[in-house]
């Protein structure tokens, strides 16, 4: 298998990409905000949180539509091999899906501390919304991808349904 194949067969690789972009949004915005002095202008800020939104809204899609119904499919097959009913309701994919609506919670409010010009609630939900975001995004490529290149015989697919989607959005 040529170096081309195998990295268009890799999720993680597709996905980690996304992850860059999203987290270099995250800098430039924490560095913004973490300069801030009394009256400065939001205006950058809430430019520099659009740009992460887009980011973060292209890859949740790409997850939610794409990649965790799959990883899903492939849990409950594994779980019925192992002989058990037990449902993945409280398993890997749906705790990232639940941090995916933490995420845009957090970005919700981190918006209006911006509008209301609210220095110190900006401090707090910037810092709520990094911590979260690096911890999601340190689960998501050292456990939830590793799974997927591993384990899942259809990452193939997967994985031209991730490439096709990016470049339509």
């Not at 400065?40 to 740009?51: M, P, R, W, Y």
């Not at 919670?105 to 911590?131: C, D, Y």
């Amino acid at each position: 298998m040529s170096k081309k194949e195998k990295k268009e067969l890799d999720l993680t690789g597709h996905s980690s990409a996304d992850h860059k972009l999203v987290l270099r949004s995250l800098k430039k915005l924490q560095d913004y905000l973490d300069n801030l002095s009394e009256g400065s202008n939001l205006e950058k800020a809430t430019e520099l949180l659009d740009t992460m939104k887009k980011d973060m809204k292209i890859h949740f899609k790409k997850e939610e539509e794409i990649l965790f119904p799959a990883l899903n499919r492939h849990f409950e097959r594994a779980l019925k091999k192992m002989g058990t009913d037990i449902r993945p309701e409280g398993g890997p994919v749906n705790v990232m899906l639940l941090e995916h609506k933490s995420l845009w919670m957090i970005i919700q409010n981190l918006e209006q501390a911006i509008k209301n010009e609210a220095n110190k609630e900006i401090t707090s939900f910037i810092t709520q919304l990094a911590a979260l975001l690096r911890s999601h995004i340190f689960r998501e490529e050292n456990v939830l991808y590793v799974v997927a290149d591993a384990k899942m015989k259809e990452k193939a697919k997967i994985s031209a349904r991730l490439r096709k989607l990016s470049k339509k959005m």
